[in-house]
Structures are given as C-alpha cells and as structure tokens.
C-alpha cells in the first residue's frame, strides 16, 4: 500500500485546527492529524453531535447560523482552520458570524470545502482550476459567492473544490445493500467522485506545503457513468443488479435529478503534480473493495 504524504512527511510542529463543521470530510482529517499530536476543535450544532465530536477526542464548539461561537479563544489560537459549512440562501454562515474575527486570525494556512458544481455543465468536457465559473443553479451560485468571500479576507486560503463525496457509510456498496439502488442511464452523462480518505490526504499535504491562495480540483483519476458504479458495487457483492432505467422514466428526487444537470470530468493534475499526492484510490473500483473490507471489518468487531 502507498504511504499518505501525512504518514510519509510527519509535520515537524503539530498545530491546532479549527474546524467550522465537523462532517464526513473534516472527521476524516482529525483522524489523520491527531495521531501526530494536533490539537483538533470541531463545531456542530445540536447536543447529539457535539457530543460525537467529544467522543473523538476533539474539542466541541456549538455554532450555527444565529448562533456564533460564544468564546473566540481556540478560533483565535488556531493554527490552522478549516471550514465545511456550506453556504445557505441568506449566505456563508461562518462568514456571516465570524468574518471580522477570521480576519483577525494568524492562522498559517485557512482552507475552504467548497465544490466542483461550480464549474456548471461541460456536457462531459474537462475541466481545471483556471477555468471559467459557469454555476447552473441557486446552490451553485452560492458556492461561487461564497468562495469569494473567502478569499476577501485576505488569508492565507486554500480552496479545494470537492468532487462527488463517497466512502464507508456513504457508498454504491451501502445504497445497493439497502435496497434502493438505480441504474440510471444517461447518454453521455459522467461524474467525477472521490473517497473520503483521499480528501483527508489532500489536506494533509496542502497544510504540509501551503500555497496562499491555490485552488485545487479533488477527484479521482476516473470520472465513470453512475450506472457503471452501482454494476460494478453489486459484481462485489455477488447481487442481480437492477435493471437500467432511462433518465426521463427515473424516480429521482429534485435534489437527485438537479444533479445529472451536469456532466464534466474533472481534472486532478493540479494535487499530483503541485502537492506530490498518489490517491489510495484512484479509481471508483479501489474506493469500493475498500469500502467493501472496511464494512468487514466492522462486522468482525462486532462479533468478536
């Protein structure tokens, strides 16, 4: 197995990273830096979730939008500060509470989450880092305003544009064990992916080798037609795939269907070639037999 560039470069000083939202992604880099001595707070906003944070070994902040952090003092001690919240209708949350004080900050390196949604509909054609903003609807558009508040504050920022999130807990492999798998088919359509853990791994090497001001594309090296993931996830699990349906007779909710609005691959050149990163899985097919011996070994432990 090929070493993270956090297990290969140990950081030399672990600092403190302060994350506003502690989801999927943000669990996912605790993870990698606390093992190396990093100091981790993490925000929620309901006492069931800020309980899971402390039960990481994390420090828990309660912040929501309306109610901002009550004590600046690990915000403004923070080292390094990453933030996940999404922008809502009214804006940037975290933006819209702790602006002045971000500004304030002596962080050494800022990163923000945002998305590859906001590069709209390519009709399959790639994209990079350097091209043009072509957000298709209001959730999109919000990302590209909020990205651009970010970088207003004038802080060390690095925005990472995420493609489609996927990993234990969140997978082909768990919505067709479930039941609700769909083959939908679209001609032409394709989305870009990548795991949870290679996000992690991307942060990890960009607070390594800062870079005021870089943006980078996450994703795997393979944009691939959904219907070819969940084939490819019931093959692992031995099941009769579902039958594919055509994108018009699909039952889909908005949300779902607002996502087939676009079709584009993803360039990830800028995190090989600049942040030196080798994905664990560098495909979908890697991501899911991973997916797949992580689920077996909760299993084993839980009959053990």
């Not at 690990?74 to 975290?94: F, Y």
């Not at 908005?254 to 090989?272: G, H, L, T």
Request: proline content about 8%.
């Amino acid at each position: 197995m090929r070493a993270h560039p956090s297990e290969a470069e140990p950081w030399r000083k672990p600092g403190v990273l302060f994350c506003f939202g502690f989801g999927y992604s943000a669990r996912a880099l605790a993870a990698q830096l606390a093992p190396a001595g990093w100091q981790i707070h993490g925000t929620a906003r309901s006492a069931a979730r800020l309980a899971e944070i402390a039960a990481t070994g994390a420090t828990a902040h309660s912040f929501d939008r309306g109610q901002p952090l009550t004590d600046l003092t690990a915000l403004m001690a923070a080292t390094h500060i990453l933030s996940s919240v999404p922008p809502d209708e009214a804006g940037d949350p975290v933006l819209d509470a702790h602006a002045a004080d971000l500004a304030q900050s002596s962080a050494a390196w800022v990163g923000y989450l945002s998305t590859t949604g906001v590069y709209g509909d390519r009709q399959g054609g790639w994209v990079e880092e350097d091209d043009a903003l072509r957000p298709v609807g209001p959730r999109q558009a919000r990302r590209v305003t909020a990205e651009a508040g970010w970088r207003a504050l004038g802080l060390p920022l690095h925005i990472f544009r995420l493609a489609g999130i996927y990993g234990p807990g969140r997978s082909a492999i768990d919505t067709v064990r479930s039941g609700r798998a769909q083959r939908v088919v679209k001609p032409g359509q394709v989305f870009a992916r990548i795991h949870v853990d290679d996000i992690a791994t991307v942060l990890a090497a960009s607070i390594a080798r800062p870079n005021p001001g870089a943006i980078y594309n996450v994703a795997d090296n393979e944009p691939a037609p959904p219907q070819d993931v969940i084939l490819y996830a019931c093959q692992l699990l031995g099941v009769t795939p579902p039958p594919e349906i055509p994108f018009d007779a699909a039952d889909l909710s908005p949300m779902a269907r607002s996502f087939y609005a676009e079709s584009k691959r993803v360039s990830n050149r800028r995190i090989r070639e600049e942040l030196g990163v080798t994905l664990r899985y560098p495909t979908y097919r890697e991501g899911l037999v991973g997916v797949m011996g992580d689920s077996a070994a909760v299993d084993q432990q839980a009959t053990a």
